[in-house]
């Protein structure tokens, strides 16, 4: 821990719900079942943050999430302003607030080299948090954030369950939600939510070195009896396999797009709706998966498709996905591309995604067979700088990694990260990546040959591995 990382104590964390509210959380911590938490968060939610996400929750009710393409909500234009006008990232390019399309559109890679280069100029930093982006498509990104914005989620996951008849009820002395990983390591802790109602949410991970017991994520699991499970495709695919008894409200997909027949196997496991979010740690969620396309979740999220060459493209064409949005003070999004495509489309009072291409799964397996999660790599890789890197793994389990030519990364170590998460017996070639992939960050980071992930055996993570 570094000596400027301030250290918080539950009341910093919980601000709203004092020490003899905070039962539950303690019986979450020293539940004789319990993973090894390893982490402490809370929501930090003082009385004024909390009643702006009502305030928000009250919008997202009300504020109609339609717009004409190419025709901006009315919002659009004052928040352009703002941050041409006081963030130096967009005042140092320029365009007309008014027209939005004289503003050059920014992506991953701006948000990489400098993403102090976002924060407002009178935006007080107090209450700054930051997160990781998964690097899925690209290096990590570290995207600063505030206890708002992070609260925000709960009003659009709330509103999105109630599309498909489920009600996220919260409350006291329960678990709202269980957020469940798949992963060779990641944070895990108890929390409680002020918006809840001082609810709990849990996140844990399945792999078995974070437990006593590997049974025990069974047991923990049941005892929480969460009304809502969040996770990924990874995460769900080992889930299944466990054989738990809960019966949860709905689960929820997010990070990564959801097959179709992983998500049937899930609604039929579980015995509930299986939603499919797309979302980006840039934006939160974006859109919910309802037939086949993608509505548009909240009224303050502005959606274009972009070519190429970052034209506008008419209803129905497809291109990239391209966000304005301003929930999240400490990084606003103004004409922010994503790297993934689709096409808008209006239906009935809803804003639609159509053919969306996001971040699929990638079928990864070790040197035994287990899968692994492209995360687990992303984190072994960090330390190393790469721009960009693509990891291949060919049907019979050979690897190739591709690195810039000119990458500052030692080759004897890059092998020995990359095998500590696939196993010393796996086949691992590295050689430059083809400059005609461009260096955007937007190659794809992972391919794979293999089937798709609810089809590979049951992940027995090696403590080796860790």
């Given at each position: 821990?570094?000596?400027?990382?301030?250290?918080?104590?539950?009341?910093?964390?919980?601000?709203?719900?004092?020490?003899?509210?905070?039962?539950?959380?303690?019986?979450?911590?020293?539940?004789?079942?319990?993973p090894i938490f390893n982490y402490g968060c809370g929501d930090r939610l003082t009385a004024t943050g909390l009643e702006e996400v009502r305030r928000y929750e009250s919008a997202l009710a009300v504020e109609p999430r339609f717009w004409q393409p190419g025709k901006p909500p009315p919002w659009v234009e004052a928040f352009a302003e703002r941050c041409l006008r006081t963030v130096p990232f967009y005042r140092g390019r320029g365009g007309d607030p008014g027209d939005l399309t004289s503003i050059p559109p920014c992506d991953r890679t701006d948000l990489e080299r400098g993403p102090e280069a976002f924060v407002p100029d009178d935006q007080p930093l107090d209450d700054i948090m930051v997160y990781d982006t998964s690097?899925?498509?690209?290096?990590?990104?570290?995207?600063?954030?505030?206890?708002?914005?992070?609260?925000?989620?709960?009003p659009v996951l709330r509103s999105i369950l109630k599309r498909r008849g489920v009600t996220l009820e919260g409350g006291p002395d329960r678990v709202a939600i269980a957020l469940v990983c798949a992963q060779a390591y990641t944070l895990t802790y108890a929390t409680l939510s002020a918006y809840l109602g001082g609810a709990a949410h849990v996140k844990i991970n399945l792999n078995p070195r974070d437990w006593h017991d590997p049974d025990d994520r069974m047991r923990f699991l049941d005892g929480c009896d969460p009304e809502i499970v969040t996770g990924d495709p990874y995460a769900f695919a080992e889930l299944a396999k466990l054989p738990l008894a809960i019966r949860?409200?709905?689960?929820?997909?997010?990070?990564?797009?959801?097959?179709?027949?992983?998500?049937?196997d899930?609604?039929?496991?579980?015995?509930?709706p299986v939603l499919d979010v797309y979302s980006l740690t840039e934006a939160r969620m974006v859109a919910v998966r309802e037939g086949d396309v993608h509505v548009v979740a909240?009224?303050?999220?502005?959606?274009?498709?972009?070519?190429d060459d970052g034209a506008p493209l008419p209803a129905g064409e497809r291109g990239e996905i391209t966000l304005t949005c301003p929930r999240n003070p400490f990084q606003p999004l103004l004409r922010y591309r994503t790297g993934d495509f689709a096409a808008l489309e209006a239906r009935g009072e809803d804003m639609t995604l159509v053919g969306l291409e996001g971040r699929r799964p990638v079928a990864l397996c070790d040197d035994a067979g287990r899968p692994v999660n492209t995360i687990d790599v992303t984190h072994v890789l960090r330390r190393f700088s790469l721009p960009v890197f693509r990891l291949s793994q060919a049907r019979d389990g050979a690897l190739t990694l591709e690195v810039p030519q000119d990458a500052e990364a030692d080759p004897v170590a890059l092998r020995a990260a990359i095998l500590s998460v696939f196993g010393a017996r796996q086949t691992l070639s590295i050689r430059p990546l083809d400059p005609a992939a461009g260096l955007t960050g937007k190659v794809q980071a992972?391919?794979?040959?293999?089937?798709?992930?609810s089809a590979l055996?049951?992940?027995?993570?090696?403590p080796e591995r860790r």
């Open positions: 821990m570094s000596s400027r990382t301030p250290v918080l104590t539950d009341d910093d964390r919980f601000p709203l719900i004092p020490e003899e509210r905070r039962q539950l959380l303690t019986d979450l911590r020293e539940h004789p079942h319990a690097g899925t498509v690209g290096p990590v990104v570290r995207v600063p954030s505030h206890p708002v914005a992070a609260a925000k989620y709960l949860p409200k709905a689960l929820v997909s997010t990070a990564m797009a959801l097959t179709d027949g992983l998500r049937s899930l609604g039929h496991r579980f015995g509930c909240a009224h303050d999220m502005y959606v274009e498709i972009l070519d992972y391919v794979s040959e293999l089937d798709d992930i055996p049951k992940s027995q993570t090696s």
